[in-house]
Each structure stands twice: as C-alpha cells, then as structure tokens.
C-alpha cells in the first residue's frame, strides 16, 4: 500500500505560480511512476504530467508544456508540480497517483495508476 498525500495548493491570480508537492508513504518510492491529474467543476479527470521512477522522462500534456514541471526527489520521496504562468482554466483539484513499474517510462492513463492522493484544489482567480 502507498499512501499519497498533495500539499500546496491555494488561491492564485492569473499569470501566477504555485508549487504542488506529494509526499508518498509505505512502499519503496522508486519502484513507482508518478503522475498528476486534474478535475475541474463538471468535467472528467485528465492527466497532466508524468515521470518515469528513475525521473529520466517526463511527459505533460500540450496544454501545460512550457508552465509545468514535473520533477521528483526519490531520496525524499516526493514528487513536485511547478506551475506558472497560472490560467483560470488551470483551476480545479490536482491529484498525484502511482503506477507501480519495471518499465522506466511514463503513463497517462488513469488506469495504469495504483495508488492515488485526495487532491489538492487549485484556483486561478482572472
């Protein structure tokens, strides 16, 4: 079992930035990709941004290339999410997940996720 809990989230005006952290619990953290997601009000769930457990690769979606970051520090075992460059469109309720995995690569899909935080909300005020 790995317990996921996400920290620092808040209210932020446009053109802002936040730094969301997830710290993981219970297994060993490097056997695990790392991603986040995001659900906004009356919308489905969608995928952000992926590292692979080594932290070689990474993937985010178009929408957020160029503002957020995804990075993880396997010593502490934590993985981040710099945001900048904040939008209104970026509110809504992060969620980190873990995918356990031989395969240093990244998952987009929440099925290939194990273990996911209680999320964290996120409000970009225009």
């Known amino acids: 079992q790995v317990q996921l809990v996400e920290s620092g989230g808040g209210l932020v005006q446009a053109r802002g930035s936040l730094r969301l952290s997830c710290a993981a619990s219970?297994?060993?953290?490097?056997?695990?990709?790392m991603g986040w997601f995001r659900q906004a009000p009356g919308k489905e769930r969608e995928f952000v941004a992926a590292?692979?457990?080594?932290?070689?690769?990474?993937y985010h979606v178009d929408s957020v290339k160029g503002r957020f970051t995804i990075s993880r520090d396997n010593a502490k075992s934590t993985v981040s999410l710099q945001m900048k460059s904040l939008k209104p469109e970026d509110t809504a309720v992060y969620y980190c997940?873990?995918?356990?995995?031989?395969?240093?690569?990244?998952?987009?899909?929440?099925?290939?996720?194990?273990?996911w935080g209680q999320g964290t909300q996120v409000t970009v005020s225009s």
């Open positions: 997940a873990a995918s356990f995995s031989t395969y240093d690569g990244v998952f987009v899909e929440e099925y290939q996720y194990d273990y």
């Open positions: 219970g297994r060993t953290f490097s056997n695990y990709a």
């Open positions: 590292i692979s457990w080594s932290g070689v690769s990474t």
